[in-house]
């Protein structure tokens, strides 16, 4: 492993009078000859501690270092031999959810994963109620800053890892990271959208109150809405190492986009809306227990998928995607996504719009169906913006990696049939998991991804959306079921007349 983070067994010569060389000198010059070629600094805490352990210890000692970018630094010394134990942390800090994964820097095995809810939440779901609640006022921002470091040490407690883990990477978006480092995200939100900090780098964990003895790498961020979380993204897809031209699609309240090979990389990041996530529906909800996450309509009759097996309290993202779809398959909305109340008894009036009762006392209105046709559209029309501006075709893309909680859960071919994702060769859309974490721990195991990081902002191109003038036409011809277009989504089509064929039947 060639990781942030070594931990080093050395059994120094003892001093004589032939051999006066400090205590200091003798580790620098042990670690050098055990094949560690860069600079070593020994802050004085550890220098204090050298007299009396090497005298205890037999001068017999593991010296763990931890890079903070430059050089390696030494950050703790014990006595013998306690190489085995050597662990670090890679962290995903979601605006929602905060996932840690502790892992065997010796092996790269995962030993723990857990997660917990984000404490900024207390104000609000949305990162922009998050913003404003402590924009301009110190004290707030600290209060934000507080419960940002709690939800991580939250995890680490579970993980029972503070004591022992030398290093930790974090993925997040660039608000996240300015929380977490105690700044204002103002500047994220507002143009000119020049953010405070894009590159933070290593920050030694007791300046961020995180308790660990190293270094907290942050990854960079491209720009004010495409984060250290996509740049994660990508090195754990490795997109920019393939010769195949692939989209990588992370899509929830915001969706960031990169398409690109080794020859090139554009990138773009736009709101797509808090529908994805259950937000706006009237009944919508997170993906948790008693969320409805699978839907099927079968000869007139809606069967769903209830989170943990329990009654049904609501619709989740994935859920909403399923449901539009069989609707649409059934013909119970048209290509515009409006209800055909004669189509199903399922369909009635309340509150003055079309509904349909998809589980018992639950029901989808006309106005959630317009707002999430409204998000998919919008989430369309960014690919087909990318795939423009880069002089591509979809057939050209190799891979369709959609990223995220989103990607994973959502069904494909319901995601196609209501033109969310490319009408595609589906082996060919890949779920990409958790890749902010994967990244994370990725660069945590292999210190020389630094590097490609570097390489990875440099070729970054980015498109803001908001200047390409044709963006709202496009948009508007992207919010049909499943496009104005239905040449481009051929499968769909005749999925659409089997099932008809089969109602008729």
Not at 145 to 161: F, M, P, Q
Not at 453 to 462: A, H, K, P, R, S
């Amino acid at each position: 492993m060639n990781g942030l983070s070594r931990k080093i067994y050395l059994e120094l010569p003892l001093p004589t009078e032939d051999d006066p060389r400090s205590d200091q000198q003798r580790i620098l010059d042990s670690l050098a000859a055990a094949g560690v070629e860069e600079r070593v600094h020994i802050p004085v805490h550890i220098l204090r501690e050298l007299y009396p352990l090497l005298d205890n210890a037999k001068w017999k000692i593991t010296v763990s270092l931890a890079w903070n970018g430059e050089n390696w630094e030494m950050v703790e010394i014990e006595e013998g031999d306690t190489t085995a134990q050597h662990y670090g942390l890679a962290v995903d800090l979601g605006s929602t959810t905060v996932v840690a994964r502790l892992l065997d820097c010796n092996s790269g095995e995962i030993l723990r994963e857990v997660s917990c809810f984000n404490k900024q939440i207390q104000w609000g779901t949305d990162i922009l109620s998050r913003i404003f609640y402590c924009k301009d006022n110190r004290e707030k921002l600290e209060e934000v800053r507080r419960a940002t470091v709690e939800s991580i040490c939250e995890c680490l407690d579970k993980l029972d890892a503070s004591h022992s883990a030398l290093s930790m990477v974090i993925a997040g978006n660039t608000t996240m990271i300015h929380f977490l480092l105690g700044m204002d995200a103002f500047c994220v939100f507002y143009t000119p959208h020049a953010v405070h900090a894009d590159r933070p780098g290593f920050q030694l964990a007791r300046d961020l109150d995180i308790p660990l003895k190293g270094y907290v790498y942050c990854y960079p961020a491209k720009s004010n809405y495409l984060g250290g979380d996509i740049i994660s993204g990508m090195i754990d897809t490795e997109l920019y190492k393939k010769n195949e031209i692939s989209v990588f699609f992370d899509i929830g309240t915001n969706g960031e986009l990169v398409i690109g090979n080794k020859e090139f990389l554009l990138c773009g990041a736009g709101a797509a809306g808090p529908a994805l996530e259950g937000g706006v529906v009237r009944t919508g909800m997170r993906a948790d227990i008693g969320a409805v996450d699978e839907v099927k309509i079968r000869d007139g009759n809606i069967f769903v998928h209830v989170i943990g097996n329990s009654a049904p309290q609501g619709i989740c993202g994935s859920g909403i995607i399923d449901l539009i779809a069989e609707l649409f398959l059934e013909g119970w909305i048209d290509i515009r996504g409006k209800f055909s109340p004669e189509k199903s008894p399922l369909i009635q009036e309340r509150d003055n719009q079309l509904c349909v009762e998809y589980a018992p006392g639950l029901y989808f209105y006309q106005k959630d169906i317009d707002e999430f046709i409204r998000t998919k559209s919008a989430a369309h029309t960014m690919v087909e913006i990318m795939l423009r501006e880069s002089g591509l075709d979809l057939n050209q893309a190799d891979r369709f990696y959609v990223a995220g909680a989103f990607g994973k859960h959502v069904s494909k071919e319901s995601a196609i049939t209501i033109g969310m994702y490319p009408d595609m060769d589906r082996d060919h859309i890949i779920n990409a998991g958790n890749s902010s974490l994967e990244g994370a721990q990725k660069l945590l195991l292999n210190r020389s991804l630094l590097t490609d990081i570097d390489q990875i902002l440099e070729e970054m191109v980015y498109i803001q959306f908001a200047e390409v003038e044709d963006f709202l036409e496009l948009m508007v011809a992207a919010q049909a079921l499943p496009h104005t277009d239905y040449k481009r989504y051929p499968t769909v089509m005749e999925k659409l007349k089997e099932r008809q064929k089969d109602i008729k039947l």
